[in-house]
Nanobody, 124 residues
Framework: QVQLVVSGGGLVQAGGSLRLSCAAS????????MTWVRQAPGKEREFVGG????????YYADSVKGRFTISRDNAKNTVYLQMNSLKPEDTAVYYC?????????????????WGQGTQVTVSS
């Protein structure tokens, strides 16, 4: 069974940090570029950032550039989202997704696998 399981969400004060993990199973993890997408209450999904299959290339939305860092450990079949200097506007459900080629999209149908989300709440 192909699965992406996201963990690490929670409540944090503005200016704080959180690290999300997305553990993959049932697929050849190193064959997939990985993406993080978020959805704030009452808003459309938003592309956050992604990482290439090898981990050598990362790319981010302007809204998180310089604050968020994506990394991956192909030996552990896991991708990470390190979030620093969090703002209340970062409050959202965060999802990870996998695609054979890098995708900079918020649309689930553009991905091969879409994981469940985890809530991140940033208080002011």
């Amino acid at each position: 069974q192909v699965q992406l399981v996201v963990s690490g969400g929670g409540l944090v004060q503005a200016g704080g940090s959180l690290r999300l993990s997305c553990a993959a199973s049932g697929l050849t993890f190193s064959s997939y570029a990985m993406t993080w997408v978020r959805q704030a209450p009452g808003k459309e999904r938003e592309f956050v950032g992604g990482i290439s299959r090898s981990g050598g290339v990362t790319y981010y939305a302007d809204s998180v550039k310089g604050r968020f860092t994506i990394s991956r450990d192909n030996a552990k079949n896991t991708v990470y989202l390190q979030m620093n200097s969090l703002k209340p506007e970062d409050t959202a459900v965060y999802y990870c997704a996998a695609a054979a080629q890098p995708v900079r999209s918020h649309r689930p149908y553009e991905y091969d696998v879409w994981g469940q989300g985890t809530q991140v709440t940033v208080s002011s």
